[in-house]
């Protein structure tokens, strides 16, 4: 079982629906909602828990993958707490930390997909 051009797509838009919803924190759009910086409120860490997990089981790309969304949750967390203090143009900058993070996340998400063979046991 591996990753398909599905799962990847799946995968970035999720990625793209948080950093859409930060941004919109970070220029005045909308409040800062709690979930959206918890794994289990936020749709990159569900799809996370509920689809890749299963399929590969054990593996320390998952791992890698839960620490890097982890690390991008509470990056975002500070930069609306940054930008609740008013320091607005210092948290906008830190998008680029969560952009970062999202292609790096992506990028082990690919890992994934490129050994088929390395597959845990579906849950």
């Keep these: 079982m591996d990753l398909n051009t599905l799962d990847m797509q799946q995968a970035r838009i999720k990625q793209i629906l948080f950093k859409s919803q930060l941004r919109s924190v970070l220029y005045g759009v909308r409040e800062a909602d709690e979930a959206l910086f918890l794994p289990q409120g936020n749709a990159l860490g569900q ?49 680029t930390q969560i952009d970062r993070m999202g ?21």
């Excluded at 689809?51 to 054990?58: A, C, D, E, R, S």
């Excluded at 292609?103 to 849950?123: H, K, N, S, W």
């Design 47 to 95: 799809w996370l828990s509920t689809v890749i997990k299963p399929k590969f089981l054990g593996q320390p790309e998952v791992r890698e993958a839960e620490r890097l969304l982890l690390d991008m949750l509470r990056t975002g967390r500070e930069l609306a707490a940054q930008h609740g203090r008013g320091q607005i143009e210092e948290a906008r900058r830190g998008l």
């Design 103 to 123: 292609e790096q996340l992506v990028t082990v998400l690919q890992q994934l997909g490129q050994d088929p063979g390395r597959a845990g046991t579906v849950a």
